[in-house]
């Protein structure tokens, strides 16, 4: 994948602690693919937590039927 210079503002201490760095973009890059895992593990957290019911709902409709199942 091709890479994109960009002009972003941060606070200064952030700026002093990446001027300081001999690869600012990489750890940039990598706080920002730290920053998608968790920000894609909340949203899957939610769905899971929102769709926990009807789970539930469908294990108990469907619990007897398993039971009946032979192996």
């Known amino acids: ?10 606070p200064e201490d952030t ?9 600012a973009s990489a750890v ?3 706080s920002v693919e730290i920053y998608r895992t968790r920000e ?7 769905a899971y937590r929102e769709d926990a019911n009807e789970a539930e709902e469908l294990n108990r409709e469907w619990q007897g039927a398993d039971s009946e199942v032979e192996d």
């Open 15 to 23: 700026a002093l602690y990446l001027r300081a760095k001999p690869n």
């Open 1 to 10: 994948m091709g890479k994109v210079k960009m002009t972003i503002s941060v």
């Open 28 to 30: 940039v890059a990598e």
């Open 40 to 46: 894609l593990e909340r949203e899957l957290e939610v």
